[in-house]
């Protein structure tokens, strides 16, 4: 099997399932999702927690991040430094400016440098095993890997993206 093949084939199948949603059904994920994830981690509001701008489809955890945010938490968007390398996070909320980045999402780009302890990662797809599928340029990898203070991540996306097995 090409996996590279394989990788991009099912990157665009899922994508393509995610983007065909409708606004309504979207909405209705992402409030089972936010539901999903206030039960799950009841130590989000104290938390430093990171999370995605949401493009092509994805979990839009604005509304979540804002919520927790009136709790007592930080909210933060990742920045892509430089290619192959780990990101940094920079706290967000409204008011916080942006700055479109790499393939036109956008981060904050003059708010302070700060180091989560929650991140919620975008999943593409996902297996029963744990695996993730990404958009494929090992950004969140990276992340994971040389964090200089570990930090839970959270997988997140949509039912629809289970995947059987991720070689």
Avoid: N
Wanted: with cysteine.
């Amino acid at each position: 099997m090409d996996l590279a093949a394989w990788r991009r084939s099912e990157r665009e199948r899922l994508i393509g399932a995610r983007e065909r949603l409708d606004a309504e059904t979207r909405e209705r994920f992402r409030l089972r999702i936010d539901g999903h994830l206030t039960r799950s981690f009841p130590g989000l509001p104290a938390a430093t927690i990171a999370f995605c701008w949401p493009t092509r489809g994805e979990y839009d955890a604005r509304p979540l991040a804002a919520a927790l945010r009136t709790r007592g938490a930080v909210t933060a968007l990742p920045v892509v430094v430089a290619p192959r390398q780990p990101m940094i996070f920079r706290e967000w909320h409204d008011g916080v400016a942006l700055t479109p980045g790499p393939l036109g999402i956008p981060y904050p780009a003059g708010s302070e440098p700060v180091v989560p302890t929650v991140v919620l990662v975008p999943l593409i797809g996902w297996d029963g095993a744990g695996y993730r599928l990404g958009y494929g340029a090992g950004y969140f990898d990276r992340t994971l890997a040389r964090a200089a203070k570990p930090f839970l991540a959270i997988g997140v996306g949509h039912q629809l993206a289970e995947m059987g097995d991720i070689p």
